[in-house]
């Protein structure tokens, strides 16, 4: 079943990319997927948006290292990148740092191994009415390595766009 985000946020995809159902395209637990238009070998790159209401203390960092606890149960995950990065890098979003991982995935898809790459970025937005909840989104980009240089830029385009919807 397609998720659905705890606050709303507003967008643009980069040229060329396509919405997709979540549940069609084998994501359930996102609230949003996009598409790339070009496959490489069967696999096309896609950018997901995830997210859910956080009560905890967790930092984003020990966060973005559940999904590799997550990830771990599907194969082999290897972290190659983790940091936090300030507001420029998502611009209007929220005033927290974020964190980027940036992930190399070894798995399977339909009995054949795969090796995949994914880049990460977790957001937090305090719930101004209750400061010890928010909302923690992950937005991400999974692709084939060698996919990798054609659409990071796109994935960067995509961060850089993301804004709490002001209609809301």
């Known amino acids: 079943m397609t998720a659905t985000l705890p606050v709303k946020i507003s967008f643009s995809l980069p040229d060329g990319w396509r ?18 238009p070009a496959p490489a070998d069967g696999f096309t790159a ?20 559940e999904s590799v606890q997550r990830l771990g149960q599907a194969g082999t995950v290897q972290v190659l990148k983790k940091e936090e990065v300030g507001t420029p890098a998502i611009p209007g979003l929220t005033d927290s740092p974020g964190v980027v991982q940036n992930l190399r995935l070894s798995t399977t898809l339909r009995g054949e191994p795969l090796e995949l790459v994914q880049s990460q970025v ?47």
């Open 19 to 36: 919405s997709a159902p979540p549940d069609e395209v084998g994501a359930p637990g996102a609230a949003f997927v996009a598409l790339h």
């Open 46 to 65: 896609n950018i997901t948006v995830a997210g859910r209401m956080r009560d905890d203390a967790a930092t984003l960092r020990e966060i973005a290292d």
């Open 122 to 168: 977790y957001v937090g937005m305090e719930d101004v009415h209750h400061p010890s909840r928010r909302a923690v989104l992950e937005l991400v980009l999974t692709a084939k390595p060698e996919q990798l240089p054609d659409v990071l830029d796109d994935f960067k385009e995509f961060v850089r766009s993301v804004r709490p919807d002001q209609d809301s």
